[in-house]
C-alpha cells in the first residue's frame, strides 16, 4: 500500500515482459503488483518506449556489455533496456513529488523503482547499487518541467533518435579526431538503421570531403537512397561494385559477419579501420567466418563521451550534440512515420518484428503502457 495523507492506495499490478537470454524471440509476461517505494525511493510508471533495431542490440550483448545487469529478471531471463519516458506515481523522495514525468532508461516493463541521487533542477541519477557498475550515462533521468512544450510527435522523435544519434556524433567525432585513420571514405552497413543514419548526418555535417556509402538490403535501397545522406548507395548483393575512393573506414552497424567478410575481401588492403557498432542483423550474428585483418573495434559511446567530456568540457559537449541534434531531427521527421500502439501484446509483436529485421526503415515503433 501507497500512503497518500489519511488515504492508503492498493498497488498497480506491475507487467513485464521477459525475453530468453539465448533466444530473443521467446517472450514470457510476468504480472505482479507493483513494490511499494521505500525510503528515499520513487515508483516510476512507464509511459511509452522506443523499438528500435539498437534495443535489440541491447538483448544480444546484454552479457557482454551489462545491459541485463539494469532491470533483474529471473535466470536465464532479462528485461530488456529501451529509451522512454515515465511519470512518478509515488515518491518518499523530498525534492522529488508524485506527478513528475522523466526521460531515461526505462524496462519493457509498466513500473520501475528508482532511488534518486546527485538530484539537480534537469536531472537525477538512479543510486541503486546494482546499477552502479554500468554508465552513468545510463543511471541518468531527465527532470521534465510540467510546463515544457512539447508534443506526442516531439517525444516519440526524442525516443527514437535522440540516444541513437549521441552515439552517432560520438563515432563521427571520434573519427574527425583520429583524421578517419588515414581512411577517405566511409562504409556503414544496414544504412537504413536510425544511427547509422544519424552517423551519416553527422559526417557529413562536419567532414563533408570524406566520401560517405551506404550499405543495405534491396528492399530498402530506395529509401536509404531518397536520405540524400550517402554519397552512394549500394545493396548488399551488390558488394563486389563496392568501389570507394582511397583507404575506407568501416563502420558495421549490421554484425553480418558474412557481409563484413565480403567487404573485407572486396577491400582487401584498403581498409583503414573498422567500428563495430550494432548488430541490427541478428540470425546472421553466429555465422562462421575467418578472422579478419584490421580487426574489429567495438565502439561504447559512454566511454567516448567521456572521453570528449573530459576533454572539452560538458558545457561544451552538450552545445556541440545540440547543435547538430537539432538539424537532424527536423530531416528524422520527414524521413519517418511515427507507429504507436498500446498494450504487452502490441509490445511483444513489435519486439518480434525488430528482432527478425522486418521493420521498416521509414517507420518509428512507440509502444505506450
Given at each position: 500500500?501507497?500512503?497518500?495523507?489519511?488515504?492508503?492506495?492498493?498497488m498497480p499490478i506491475k507487467r513485464e515482459m521477459l525475453v530468453r537470454r539465448d533466444a530473443l524471440d521467446q517472450l514470457a509476461i510476468n504480472e505482479?503488483?507493483?513494490?511499494?517505494?521505500?525510503?528515499?525511493?520513487?515508483?516510476?510508471?512507464?509511459?511509452?518506449?522506443?523499438?528500435?533495431?539498437?534495443?535489440?542490440?541491447?538483448?544480444?550483448?546484454?552479457?557482454?556489455?551489462?545491459?541485463?545487469?539494469?532491470?533483474?529478471?529471473?535466470?536465464?531471463?532479462?528485461?530488456?533496456?529501451?529509451?522512454?519516458?515515465?511519470?512518478v506515481v509515488a515518491s518518499r523522495c523530498a525534492e522529488i513529488a508524485a506527478g513528475e514525468r522523466v526521460y531515461g532508461f526505462l524496462p519493457m516493463?509498466?513500473?520501475?523503482?528508482?532511488?534518486?541521487?546527485?538530484?539537480?533542477?534537469?536531472?537525477?541519477?538512479?543510486m541503486a547499487p546494482h546499477r552502479q557498475p554500468m554508465s552513468a550515462v545510463y543511471n541518468q533521468y531527465r527532470r521534465l518541467a510540467p510546463d515544457?512544450?512539447?508534443?506526442?510527435?516531439?517525444?516519440?522523435?526524442?525516443?527514437?533518435?535522440?540516444?541513437?544519434?549521441?552515439?552517432?556524433?560520438?563515432?563521427?567525432?571520434?573519427?574527425?579526431?583520429?583524421?578517419?585513420?588515414?581512411?577517405?571514405?566511409?562504409?556503414?552497413?544496414?544504412?537504413?538503421?536510425?544511427?547509422?543514419?544519424?552517423?551519416?548526418?553527422?559526417?557529413?555535417?562536419?567532414?563533408?570531403?570524406?566520401?560517405?556509402?551506404?550499405?543495405?538490403?534491396?528492399?530498402?535501397?530506395?529509401?536509404?537512397?531518397?536520405?540524400?545522406?550517402?554519397?552512394?548507395?549500394?545493396?548488399?548483393?551488390?558488394?563486389?561494385?563496392?568501389?570507394?575512393?582511397?583507404?575506407?573506414?568501416?563502420?558495421?552497424?549490421?554484425?553480418?559477419?558474412?557481409?563484413?567478410?565480403?567487404?573485407?575481401?572486396?577491400?582487401?588492403?584498403?581498409?583503414?579501420?573498422?567500428?563495430?557498432?550494432?548488430?541490427?542483423?541478428?540470425?546472421?550474428?553466429?555465422?562462421?567466418?575467418?578472422?579478419?585483418?584490421?580487426?574489429?573495434?567495438?565502439?561504447?559511446?559512454?566511454?567516448?563521451?567521456?572521453?570528449?567530456?573530459?576533454?572539452?568540457?560538458?558545457?561544451?559537449?552538450?552545445?556541440?550534440?545540440?547543435?547538430?541534434?537539432?538539424?537532424?531531427?527536423?530531416?528524422?521527421?520527414?524521413?519517418?512515420?511515427?507507429?504507436?500502439?498500446?498494450?504487452?501484446?502490441?509490445?511483444?509483436?513489435?519486439?518480434?518484428?525488430?528482432?527478425?529485421?522486418?521493420?521498416?526503415?521509414?517507420?518509428?515503433?512507440?509502444?505506450?503502457?
Open positions: 500500500m501507497v500512503q497518500r495523507g489519511n488515504k492508503e492506495t492498493v505482479t503488483l507493483a513494490p511499494e517505494p521505500g525510503a528515499g525511493e520513487l515508483l516510476l510508471e512507464v509511459e511509452r518506449i522506443a523499438l528500435t533495431a539498437n534495443t535489440v542490440t541491447y538483448g544480444v550483448v546484454g552479457a557482454e556489455v551489462g545491459y541485463w545487469n539494469f532491470f533483474p529478471a529471473p535466470e536465464g531471463w532479462g528485461v530488456v533496456p529501451a529509451w522512454g519516458f515515465a511519470r516493463a509498466s513500473h520501475l523503482i528508482v532511488t534518486p541521487g546527485k538530484i539537480g533542477a534537469g536531472l537525477f541519477r538512479d515544457l512544450p512539447t508534443t506526442p510527435e516531439h517525444d516519440a522523435l526524442r525516443m527514437l533518435f535522440e540516444p541513437l544519434f549521441l552515439t552517432s556524433f560520438l563515432i563521427a567525432d571520434a573519427l574527425r579526431r583520429a583524421d578517419f585513420r588515414g581512411g577517405e571514405s566511409v562504409v556503414l552497413t544496414s544504412a537504413s538503421s536510425k544511427t547509422a543514419l544519424g552517423t551519416a548526418y553527422a559526417l557529413r555535417a562536419r567532414s563533408p570531403g570524406v566520401q560517405r556509402i551506404g550499405l543495405t538490403s534491396a528492399a530498402n535501397r530506395a529509401f536509404v537512397a531518397g536520405t540524400g545522406l550517402y554519397d552512394a548507395v549500394l545493396a548488399y548483393d551488390a558488394i563486389e561494385t563496392l568501389a570507394p575512393t582511397g583507404a575506407t573506414v568501416v563502420i558495421d552497424f549490421a554484425g553480418d559477419a558474412a557481409v563484413l567478410a565480403a567487404i573485407y575481401a572486396r577491400l582487401a588492403g584498403r581498409i583503414a579501420h573498422c567500428l563495430r557498432v550494432g548488430v541490427t542483423h541478428y540470425d546472421a550474428r553466429d555465422r562462421a567466418a575467418a578472422p579478419l585483418a584490421p580487426r574489429p573495434v567495438w565502439f561504447f559511446a559512454p566511454d567516448a563521451a567521456t572521453t570528449l567530456i573530459g576533454e572539452i568540457g560538458q558545457d561544451a559537449f552538450t552545445l556541440a550534440v545540440a547543435a547538430e541534434w537539432d538539424g537532424f531531427v527536423a530531416l528524422a521527421a520527414r524521413l519517418v512515420r511515427v507507429d504507436e500502439e498500446s498494450g504487452i501484446d502490441a509490445l511483444q509483436r513489435i519486439w518480434r518484428l525488430q528482432v527478425a529485421g522486418q521493420a521498416k526503415p521509414d517507420t518509428g515503433y512507440c509502444v505506450r503502457f
